[in-house]
């Protein structure tokens, strides 16, 4: 694959995982479905899963990809490339974290560790499409 194509991946699972997670959000506050709300944020995992298999691999072929511009959108750039990446590494060990008790039917404290990691996963995956567009779109 070459590498825009790989990166295009990349967009896609992260735009993917928020739309699910957008849709699991739904399923359990406003219809209580939560059977509904695991096959989704089961969706969700298996896509962002599969964004970071492919990220690490398309990193590993071609490196660091330079911010090509040199105008004001380089700080626009930046300010959102570097909380992105800071929370995106901060988030995986609390994905795990509730997963675990979602699947061990501790719902209390996966609802404690959801009501800010929810957000904060929404931020990473939608802030990586951003960042792929202003890399290889715009």
Not at 40 to 56: E, K, R
Not at 91 to 120: E, N, S
């Amino acid at each position: 694959m070459e590498p825009t194509g790989h990166a295009t991946l990349n967009a896609f699972l992260n735009a993917l995982a928020a739309g699910l997670l957008y849709a699991g959000w739904v399923r359990i506050k406003r219809a209580g479905d939560m059977a509904g709300h695991k096959r989704i944020m089961i969706m969700a995992l298996t896509a962002s899963a599969l964004f970071l298999v492919s990220y690490l691999l398309y990193h590993a072929r071609v490196g660091s990809v330079p911010y090509p511009y040199h105008d004001w959108t380089r700080t626009l750039y930046f300010v959102i490339l570097i909380p992105h990446v800071i929370l995106a590494a901060v988030q995986l060990p609390f994905i795990v974290i509730a997963v675990w008790f979602a699947l061990h039917g501790q719902y209390d404290k996966h609802r404690k560790v959801v009501r800010l990691l929810w957000p904060v996963w929404m931020f990473v995956s939608v802030t990586g499409v951003v960042v792929y567009l202003m890399l290889y779109r715009i």
